[in-house]
């Protein structure tokens, strides 16, 4: 496996971890919801890595997979760190998330999806 903040190499040993373990992409359940529910989720969960689909102002759809930085008011946006960049100097990999766009996200085993 490889550390989405590091890019590092690591293993994990024991079923027990492996459970436990937080993961963008997989999900053991669906629930569908509001778009005002689904922002309510996304904007609470600090440091916990998800992916989210979202409307992007061009009309095309996107798919991020990060990790909550900062978070306006309900229905506003929320900054977030994209995982599948590598940090540089030249790009911080910093992503704006606009609630009111939201699609999808997959957070904690569950996916949601917008009613």
Do not use: W
């Amino acid at each position: 496996a490889v550390d989405l903040n590091d890019g590092q190499r690591f293993s994990i040993h024991g079923l027990s971890l492996i459970d436990e373990l937080l993961s963008a992409d997989d999900y053991k359940s669906e629930e569908k919801v509001t778009k005002t529910r689904m922002a309510g989720i996304l904007s609470s969960t600090y440091n916990t890595p998800f992916t989210v689909e979202f409307e992007k102002s061009d009309g095309t759809i996107r798919k991020l997979r990060g990790r909550l930085i900062s978070a306006e008011p309900m229905m506003g946006r929320c900054q977030v760190l994209d995982l599948d960049i590598l940090k540089s100097a030249k790009e911080s990999g910093l992503r704006l998330v606009d609630n009111r766009t939201l699609l999808s996200l997959i957070i904690n085993g569950v996916k949601y999806i917008k009613k």
